[in-house]
């Protein structure tokens, strides 16, 4: 590994276009690319990139979800650091879809209900989750999970609550609008489900006055992604997370 050429791993927000561009220096001694990997969509450099850092160790530092850099620690991983840098934020409440035909219209509706999610591991996933338990009595152990796609770091999820892997390329916009699935949650909504009057609406329709009390009862602004670097990097870089 070289201690000077470094690769960085992140997304293309309007925030990194800074690095992209080259106007942000990384300190003396060091020479920083930056890599435009995404999770959905694909990106300059490809797609998957929490894994491609979480579990392959690809990148010398990259933008990874906070729920599972926390399950591969707790699993024992320690060659990687999270520094206090998070890239994306999000709420939970404007991203909960919900199908016209559900007749879904409070979160205690979705007791027993089928709800399709990136997966189970994903920070807006947990993040959801929590707060339909916390904020609205919602135990996330009564509703039928449908997952997109494997978990990013292997766990066991134990036998009080029911998942089932969706097959590979499901439309589950096309599900939603049948009625054969109630409700969505994903941090990367697609398009389709973004256009008003085609039988899909968020759960919350005013998520901006939902939001703004979320943050004003708890006080914070929900951690998407942190940035990891490798350890070993620290011991020759001390002072990398400030430069």
């Known amino acids: 590994m070289s201690h000077t050429n470094l690769s960085v791993a992140v997304d293309l927000y309007d925030r990194h276009l800074p690095l992209f561009g080259g106007q942000v220096a990384p300190a003396d001694g060091l020479n920083l690319t930056f890599l ?3 999770m959905a969509p694909p990106r300059r450099h490809g797609i998957n990139r929490h894994k491609r ?7 010398d530092a990259a933008e990874v979800s906070l729920a599972s850099f926390l399950v591969a620690r707790d699993q024992g991983m320690d060659d990687l650091v999270a520094l206090p840098i998070f890239p994306r934020r999000l709420f939970s409440q ?20 089928k709800v ?13 989750k929590g707060d339909l338990k916390r904020d609205y009595g919602v135990d996330w152990r009564d509703i039928h999970w449908l997952t997109q796609n494997p978990e990013e770091i292997r766990m066991d999820y134990g036998n009080d609550v ?33 256009t008003p009057n085609q039988g899909i609406r ?28 490798k350890r070993e990097l620290l011991a020759y870089h001390p002072g990398l997370p400030t430069n």
């Open 53 to 59: 850092m979480l579990v392959d160790r690809e990148f």
């Open 36 to 38: 435009e990997v995404g």
């Open 162 to 194: 029911r998942i089932e892997q969706l097959p590979i390329g499901y439309d589950v916009v096309a599900a939603l609008l049948e009625g054969e699935i109630d409700a969505y949650i994903n941090p990367h909504p697609p398009e389709a489900i973004m």
């Open 94 to 113: 404007n991203h909960i879809f919900v199908s016209d035909r559900s007749g879904i219209f409070d979160p205690n509706d979705l007791v027993g209900r």
């Open 202 to 229: 968020r759960l919350f329709p005013e998520w901006r006055e939902t939001t703004g009390a979320y943050f004003r009862k708890h006080g914070y602004f929900p951690i998407m992604h942190v940035l990891a670097v």
């Open 116 to 128: 399709a999610i990136w997966a189970f591991q994903v920070t807006m996933s947990v993040l959801a």
